[in-house]
């Protein structure tokens, strides 16, 4: 897995501008708000995700239907803002399985030497600048070879890791349902800490710093720095996006309404 982003690393530093700048920004701006405000909208936030979700599903399992897919993706959304609270604790306990996932099937992602997937095609000459389209050709090879070999590595993991993975999942379903804005909190700032780093990544990828190669250099201070920002914003979170309840206000009477005398309370003094 980290020769594939190494090597895409290698070609991404002849990638046309707006395939990294436009991305990177974007990805970054949505990040830190979802890191540090994503609480307070939940209910879009949740709806959003769950049309995405809606539209991965449908676009896969129905053999890329657009109409079909559509109308997932509307289901889905609707039913994620209906029942959000059951929706972010399935979310929180998807986010903690690819975790799990992500660091379990890493040991069974073959090296790039011990298959010919990659071909001349997907690694362009150093010395040419890539256009845009070319440049998400490029990008599209190497996520089809990423799919491919992830689905490899899926066949080759044995059974215990993914009733691990499932057990991982398990456990925060119901923790997610009994403390909702908390769950909420954590599953904003870990989405929104995500995000933050990889329009990052996306960004010092065009400058040429080689920022995947850092990371897995350095991978203990970067999981520092990831769990650190995950816990603040859920606490900043937790403490500041409250909601805001309306409060009954009275309304005045009329100038020819009559109204209803005070009462006072009596005392020895005005018996």
């Known amino acids: 897995m980290l020769e594939i982003l190494q090597n895409f690393e290698q070609a991404a530093a002849r990638f046309a501008t707006l395939v990294l700048i436009v991305p990177g920004l974007t990805i970054l701006v949505v990040g830190l708000f979802i890191w540090l405000r994503g609480l307070s909208l939940r209910r879009l936030l949740a709806g959003l995700l769950g049309a995405i979700i809606g539209a991965i599903c449908g676009f896969y399992l129905f053999s890329r239907n657009i109409i079909i897919t559509t109308i997932a993706t509307g289901i889905a959304a609707l039913v994620a803002i209906v029942f959000k609270r059951l929706i972010i604790a399935l979310l929180l306990a998807a986010l903690a399985a690819a975790v799990c996932f992500t660091i379990l099937i890493a040991p069974y992602m073959k090296p790039a030497d011990a298959e010919a997937s990659v071909d001349q095609d997907i690694t362009p000459e150093q010395s040419s600048t890539l256009s845009v389209n070319e440049s998400l050709q490029v990008v599209k090879s190497y996520a089809i070879e990423f799919d491919n070999k992830t689905k490899n590595a899926c066949w080759q993991m044995p059974l215990y890791n993914w009733a691990i993975?499932?057990?991982?999942?398990?456990?925060?379903?119901?923790?997610?349902?009994?403390f909702w804005r908390l769950s909420s909190a954590l599953l904003?700032?870990?989405?929104?800490?995500?995000?933050?780093?990889?329009?990052?990544?996306?960004?010092?990828?065009?400058?040429?710093?080689?920022?995947?190669?850092?990371?897995?250099?350095?991978?203990?201070f970067y999981l520092t720095v990831l769990v650190v920002m995950i816990a603040f914003g859920t606490i900043e979170q937790y403490l500041?996006?409250?909601d805001r309840k309306r409060?009954?206000?009275?309304?005045?009477?009329?100038?020819?309404?009559?109204?209803?005398?005070?009462?006072t309370k009596q005392n020895w003094r005005n018996k």
């Open 165 to 178: 993975i499932a057990v991982s999942a398990i456990i925060l379903i119901v923790p997610g349902l009994i």
């Open 188 to 220: 904003f700032a870990a989405l929104g800490t995500l995000l933050i780093y990889g329009g990052m990544v996306l960004l010092l990828l065009y400058k040429g710093s080689s920022p995947i190669s850092r990371i897995a250099d350095r991978s203990s």
């Open 240 to 242: 500041l996006c409250r």
């Open 247 to 263: 409060q009954p206000t009275r309304k005045k009477p009329a100038n020819n309404e009559p109204q209803e005398p005070q009462q």
